[in-house]
T-cell receptor, first 109, second 115 residues
Framework: RKEVEQDPGPFNVPEGATVAFNCTYSNSASQSFFWYRQDCRKEPKLLMSVYSSGNEDGRFTAQLNRASQYISLLIRDSKLSDSATYLC??????????FGTGTRLLVSP | DAGVIQSPRHEVTEMGQEVTLRCKPI?????LFWYRQTMMRGLELLIY????????DSGMPEDRFSAKMPNASFSTLKIQPSEPRDSAVYFC?????????????FGPGTRLTVL
């Protein structure tokens, strides 16, 4: 089993929709988690760090469920510009992050 | 503020040649990470340094790969000799240690093609 797993998608949603992705992790000792956004042929960019049970930043909400070992990312009121691949990362030791393979989101007009 | 700087941005070389990738981390960051990304394997950590010291190189695929960090503002990843299967995008990331929420910030990457 991979340490961090994501549904590769793609998730096809219309503008204005709400969409949620899940990411499961196998290392119960993991302390911190992150969502990164990656556009085609670009570097991953930090979208949100997931603290404690969760946190919110504008249209984006990240939640952590330690009991079930997953984190989620909720995007409300989707924009065309939200189309990208979303990478989930979890730490597996001192600063070491393991990433999922990413979930692709396509927002259409 | 300047982000992580990587060079070259693109590299095309022939099998057997030596390849050197360079990275300048964000000023003030004390941790540096080298990743490789391919369609098949996703984003993989190769090696990381903390305070210029290699901490974990378990992701380095084989002895053909080596990395150095001679000072806090510079690191290199070297492949010698290169092979076609090394073709990938290589990212450098930096961050600050201390606390449990250690965010990493990625450079633009080096797209390597080995013919």
């Amino acid at each position: 089993r991979k340490e961090v797993e994501q549904d590769p998608g793609p998730f096809n949603v219309p503008e204005g929709a709400t969409v949620a992705f899940n990411c499961t992790y196998s290392n119960s000792a993991s302390q911190s988690f992150f969502w990164y956004r990656q556009d085609c042929r670009k570097e991953p960019k930090l979208l949100m760090s997931v603290y404690s049970s969760g946190n919110e930043d504008g249209r984006f909400t990240a939640q952590l469920n330690r009991a079930s070992q997953y984190i989620s990312l909720l995007i409300r009121d989707s924009k065309l510009s939200d189309s990208a691949t979303y990478l989930c990362g979890g730490n597996t030791g001192f600063q070491k992050l393991v990433f999922g393979t990413g979930t692709r989101l396509l927002v259409s007009p | 503020d300047a982000g992580v700087i990587q060079s070259p941005r693109h590299e095309v070389t022939e099998m057997g040649q030596e390849v050197t990738l360079r990275c300048k981390p964000i000023s003030g960051h004390n941790s540096l990470f080298w990743y490789r990304q391919t369609m098949m394997r996703g984003l993989e950590l190769l090696i990381y340094f903390n305070n210029n010291v290699p901490i974990d190189d378990s992701g380095m695929p084989e002895d053909r790969f080596s990395a150095k960090m001679p000072n806090a503002s510079f690191s290199t990843l070297k492949i010698q000799p290169s092979e076609p299967r090394d073709s990938a995008v290589y990212f450098c990331a930096s961050g600050s240690s201390g606390g449990i929420y250690n965010e990493q910030f990625f450079g633009p990457g080096t797209r390597l093609t080995v013919l």
